[in-house]
């Protein structure tokens, strides 16, 4: 749910109706493009994203994802490292054109029932291009070499603008190990006592079917089904106790707030349920640690969970109210190689170290209220979240973010490393190491620009202002240059866009 767009055409729709909308929009009679006038078209396969061109989808606005899940996690080795998941996706959404097809997106599974608003669509072979079809479709694309996974649907009677739909599909598959574009794992991670959840930018689609883009964010519920043992930790927080029955137990989450389908898990594993704490602000903080993690491990996370609610109360200093309703962290001995900020509930690789928790963290702000419109706004996500850990340090007296800046900035670096214009640093360059160094010099610099109280006052006003939405480095020069007075067009230019080292301001 992102375009309140929807919602004025609903609500001008019910309260006026059509032809008031008409006089509304100053047309004196029906042109082409009437609002009263449907004409049905295909929504687009992708929202535009030039990085990654069939993620997320055109002509419609998701609300709500209600995710029932049943998982088996592989036997145990020498079997194959593959688990069985099916899964019920209750999607809530409303049309933004009048369609007559709309696609989600979803990679390596198979669906095998749909309705739509109650009625049955019948599953059949892709059609050729421009292909008529009789009554309720759908129909799935699996073309690995374009990174094109699509789920089509063809909805009858078709759809008009600000019709809201309930979409049920039921599908399931072999789960096994995604990569992203440059190869590193992602997705339904399949590990031998569950899975690793962590999608960013586009893995979501490898577990449920999904409008797979920061642009199209919804709320969701999850009822996770696991082996009895198992335990299975999503975003939000839990709605009622686990339920075993049958040697079998449902973890039930309910996520309230808004987030981007990268930002979703529901992670399966042999974890301990931590007592609750909270933050000053009531902030209540659920964590899972997997048990067979080893005593150093285990005692380096624990100092780092232990920080999390003075954690949240020094960023909330800095970056105004924590924007979500939970908090708290999964920690798996089995490894990904990174952690990821999945909303309200980071995931962790092998161990939690404290910079990478602050950074977590820092994210909910940075990058989860405040989401990138498209993947090459990254920065602002990993600059920021890496920036915080600068502001952590300083403020525990680890190291000034200067000192920070200063052992980024000081050393010779290559031609190459100074190359990378973060700004746009390509699809295989999202998490580049200059993203996040050069990223928090950015934010670094642009403090010494500003001054401290308008580098402040400007974050907060950004996450206020874009929270539950995304936003642009356009978007964010805009509010800097309004906080401070200054144009900042030459500032940015250079630091984001200059193939070559950037001057001290
Ligand atoms: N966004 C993650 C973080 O900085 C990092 C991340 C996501 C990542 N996918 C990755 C890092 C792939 C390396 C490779 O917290
Ligand atoms: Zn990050």
Known sequence: MTASRTTVVRGLATAVGIVSLVSVTGLATAAPGDPGKPRFTAGSEGVGDNYFPYSGNGGYDVSHYDLAIDYTPPAPSPAPLEGQLSGVATIDLTATADLDRFNLDLRGMTVSAMTVNGKRATGITPPAPGAEVDGAAYWQVQDDAERRWELTVQPRPKLKKGQSVRLVVTYGGTTTRPTDIEQAPYGWYTTRDGAIVVSEPDGSMTWYP????????ATYSFRITVPEGKVAVANGLPDGPPVTANGRTTWSWDAVDEQASYLTTASV??????????????????????????????????????????????????????????????????????????????????????????????HQWLGNAVSPKDWKHIWLNEGWA?????????????????????????????????????????????????????????????????????????????????????????????VYEEVSGQDLDAFFQEWLATPAKPSLP
């Open 386 to 478: 890496t920036y915080a850990t600068w502001l952590w340090n300083e403020e525990n007296g680890i190291r000034t973010a200067q000192a920070a800046f200063d052992s980024w900035y000081a050393p010779a670096r290559t031609p190459e490393y100074w190359a990378l214009p973060i700004g746009d640093p390509g699809p295989m360059g999202l998490f580049a190491t200059q993203v996040y160094d050069r990223g928090a010099g950015t934010l670094h610099a642009l403090r010494l620009t500003v001054g401290d109280e308008a580098f402040f006052e400007g974050v907060q006003t950004w996450v206020q202002r874009y929270a539950d939405s995304t936003a642009t480095t356009a978007d964010f020069q805009a």
């Open 269 to 362: 594993g042999d974890f301990e349920v931590l007592p609750v704490t909270y933050s000053a602000s009531g902030v209540p903080i659920h964590d899972f640690v997997d048990r067979k993690i080893s005593a150093s491990r285990r005692a380096t996370t624990n100092a780092s969970l232990a920080l999390q609610p003075r954690m949240i109360d020094f960023f909330e200093s800095r970056f105004g109210p924590y924007p979500f309703s939970a908090f708290g962290s999964s920690v798996d001995n089995d490894s990904v190689g990174y952690a990821l900020e999945t909303q309200t509930r980071p995931v962790y690789s092998g161990s939690a170290s404290q910079g990478t928790v602050a950074h977590e963290l820092a």
């Open 210 to 217: 999904v409008s797979d883009h920061p642009r199209d964010k």
